[in-house]
């Protein structure tokens, strides 16, 4: 099995900061593409940002500029940096990856975490 643990979450006015953290653990053999998305009351989840095994990047045109997205392949662990935070950021905001547990593993995995809330106030 694999888990994903994201922490970082919490409460900042609006033009602050957060930094995002979520750790993979388990039977990892390698890792793909690892991403964060969102998701708004009342509104659909939607990709915020995302980096591949070689640290290409993606983002939302709604973030660009503002986040960073960034990876330690030896830990396991993506981070996103959140900067002049916006109240419409506001959202649940959660780890994806793609996880292959062996070797011999035909395919990559698509995994989730469980979600850390980030409150913009204005």
């Known amino acids: 099995q694999v888990q994903l643990v994201e922490s970082g979450g919490g409460l900042v006015q609006a033009g602050g900061s957060l930094r995002l953290s979520c750790a993979a653990s388990?039977?990892?053999?390698?890792?793909?593409?690892m991403a964060w998305y969102r998701q708004a009351p009342g509104k659909q989840r939607e990709l915020v940002a995302g980096?591949?095994?070689?640290?290409?990047?993606n983002y939302a045109d709604s973030v660009k500029g503002r986040f960073t997205i960034s990876r330690d392949n030896a830990k396991n662990t993506v981070y996103l940096q959140m900067n002049n935070l916006k109240p419409e950021d506001t959202a649940v905001y959660y780890c994806?990856?793609?996880?292959?547990?062996?070797?011999?593993?035909?395919?990559?995995?698509?995994?989730w975490g469980q979600g850390t809330l980030v409150t913009v106030s204005s």
């Open positions: 388990g039977t990892i053999f390698s890792i793909n593409t």
């Open positions: 980096i591949s095994s070689g640290r290409s990047t």
């Open positions: 994806n990856a793609e996880v292959k547990g062996t070797w011999f593993q035909g395919g990559y995995l698509e995994h």
